[in-house]
């Protein structure tokens, strides 16, 4: 390990009790310590103890817009008053269509304060989409009291499918906070639904996950377990990741707002044309803790790589650097971990963790020095794992406070997600980073249902082939869907990258064909795919092959595309297929 660090953190430990079935049980040796009862708490917290600090920052011109502490619980209030005027409550909830923005945040704090439950929605679903189904199945399950666009223009047509309008955040800002919020606020509690966050999960139908306070509370008391240095210092995010997933809207957003930090608000996004807007806000904001998804990263690196500039203030306060939401892939932690040693001699922080909507996000917490990347650490405190034998994996479980009550008016949905013991099933698995030290933490293992068996009855690990197809083809993937179920050989349907589009398509192809043989020589059939297919169509949306975030739903890709499966299993292999000769 050539990376160290100065932040104080908690020790690698974990308990462990291995039962008779076979199943594995792991929680932390910390008790979870209290926490508040509701996230506005936090928000009263630092509007008296440090009302002037810049809260959220937002790019205005050439500049930035500022709003302190003090005059975020002021908005709060006064929004959290015009809700309940309006009638709205657990009921009627508030649904924000938009981006993250300065206005998203104030209105999803004061419905949060005022009891009523928010739930930003992706962006994806009314601006990409072109038949607006996943957002009219949304709106059927919500029934919003209350709907919020950032510019009502842009999204006239996705409010005109579900017959809603637009209500300004300016227009609830009128409204002068009284006793019925002041009530409203103290009878909250930890049980209180603060937000419904729809994922659309394996089949591609939105799924409202419930978020109590309770979730969102306990989680950022277990992280500030885990990572004392969070309360040791003002921290400043710059950060893109969309508040509508629990990433961005609950680990990053909370841990700013439960720790008194600054969030700058990166209109960028990980996509051509857009990280440059990331690139340009690291030019002039320096972080003290980064987070972001492996595309994120990828589309970054090389900025950081050749722009001096951008690389000296990005690195210059930073502590911290953090993955989730997918595997890293190693290149990219090599290149990363290079930068870091050239700018700062190796100070500085790599870590992950893991977990999901359902969880608050974090289930385990990586929180002790790690060679490289795919460890996601131990459970966090008051969180506990159940690992089950599942197909020759260990499938995980999870129980604790930062655990989902269940799913938005689907009580169905809700009792299939929990074993006869209350163990969320999360859908997938964990291996032992080192099985004769199980503090060295865990390693996501893939998702237990979209793994599969060959024709010789060997099981494939589609997440491991994934990265290290990804990983072998360099820089020219941008991402990859694992094919094979019951036949003789692995294929893989694969996604170019922006860099393969500066090629030539030859050139592309010859890469591609040359990655294969080697993959060939490090191990057998299941462990690599031995031909390839090119798709030029880009995943849909609207068919649910993709999130906004950019991550691959592999079922629905399968499913949409059987034909090019079919194509790129044929024997011999149509010309279009690049295989193994």
């Known amino acids: 390990m050539r990376l160290r660090t100065r932040l104080r953190c908690a020790p690698a430990e974990v308990l462990l009790e291995k ?38 920052a937002e790019r205005k011109g050439e500049g930035w817009r500022r709003v302190s502490y003090a005059e975020a619980w002021a908005s709060a ?6 809700l309940l005027d309006l009638g709205l409550g657990p009921d009627r909830p508030v649904a924000i269509l938009s981006d993250n923005s300065v206005e998203h945040a104030l209105l ?27 957002l009219g199945q949304i709106f059927a399950l919500l029934r919003p009291g209350l709907v919020y666009a950032s510019d009502p223009e842009k999204f006239a047509p996705a409010l005109a499918a579900v017959g809603a309008t637009s209500t300004p955040v300016a227009k609830l800002l009128e409204t002068n906070p009284g006793s019925t919020l002041e009530v409203a606020f103290s009878r909250l509690t930890p049980d209180t639904v603060a937000k419904i966050l729809f994922t659309s999960g394996s089949t591609g139908t939105p799924k409202g996950v419930i978020n109590t306070h309770r979730m969102l509370t306990s989680n950022q008391e277990s992280w500030a377990q885990l990572w004392p240095f969070l309360e040791e210092r003002v921290h400043t995010l710059v950060d893109w990741l969309p508040w509508n997933h629990t990433f961005g809207g609950n680990a990053c957003f909370n841990m700013v707002l439960r720790n008194g930090g600054t969030l700058y608000i990166d209109g960028g996004k990980p996509a051509p044309g857009l990280a440059e807007i990331t690139a340009r806000n690291l030019r002039e904001i320096s972080p003290t803790m980064y987070f972001n998804v492996p595309r994120g990263f990828d589309l970054l690196m090389p900025m950081l790589e050749q722009d001096a500039a951008l690389r000296a203030n990005f690195f210059r306060d930073l502590d911290l650097v953090f993955y989730a939401g997918a595997a890293l892939p190693q290149n990219l932690w090599e290149r990363l971990e290079k930068l870091a040693l050239d700018q700062k001699g190796g100070d500085l922080a790599m870590l992950s963790a893991w977990g999901s909507t359902e969880t608050a996000p974090m289930a385990s917490c990586v929180h002790y020095p790690i060679e490289r990347a795919g460890v996601v650490g131990n459970p966090a405190p008051g969180c506990e794992l159940k690992l089950v034998p599942s197909g020759g994996k260990l499938e995980v479980r999870v129980k604790g406070p930062n655990v989902t009550p269940g799913y938005f008016r689907r009580d169905d949905l809700t009792r299939a997600a929990f074993d006869e013991e209350g163990y969320y099933r999360i859908g997938d698995a964990m291996r032992f980073a080192d099985p004769a030290a199980p503090e060295k933490g865990l390693v996501f293992d893939g998702r237990v249902a979209e793994d599969f068996k060959l024709s010789t009855g060997t099981w494939v690990h589609v997440g491991a082939v994934r990265v290290k197809l990804i990983a072998a083809c360099d820089p020219l993937l941008q991402d990859a869907v694992i094919t094979g179920h019951d036949r003789d050989q692995m294929g893989a349907l694969v996604f170019l990258s922006p860099a393969a589009a500066k090629l030539a398509p030859e050139v592309v192809r010859a890469r591609l064909a040359a990655a294969l043989p080697a993959l060939m020589a490090e191990g057998g059939s299941s462990t690599h795919p031995g031909r390839l297919l090119v798709m030029e169509e880009p995943p849909q949306i609207d068919a649910g092959e993709i999130t906004d975030k950019g991550y691959l739903n592999q079922r629905a890709v399968l499913e949409r595309r059987a034909a090019l499966v079919a194509k790129l299993h044929q024997d011999p292999p149509p010309p279009e297929v690049i295989a193994v000769p």
């Open 77 to 82: 209030r006064r929004i959290g008053q015009a």
């Open 19 to 56: 039962r008779a079935d076979g199943a594995v049980l792991l929680r932390s040796p910390q008790p979870l310590r209290p926490h508040a009862r509701a996230v506005g708490d936090w928000l009263v917290q630092w509007h008296e103890r440090a009302p002037g600090r810049t809260f959220l």
């Open 108 to 134: 999803a704090l004061g419905a949060m304060h005022a009891g009523v439950p928010v739930a930003p929605i992706s962006p994806a679903y009314s601006l990409m989409s072109r038949d607006f189904a996943k």
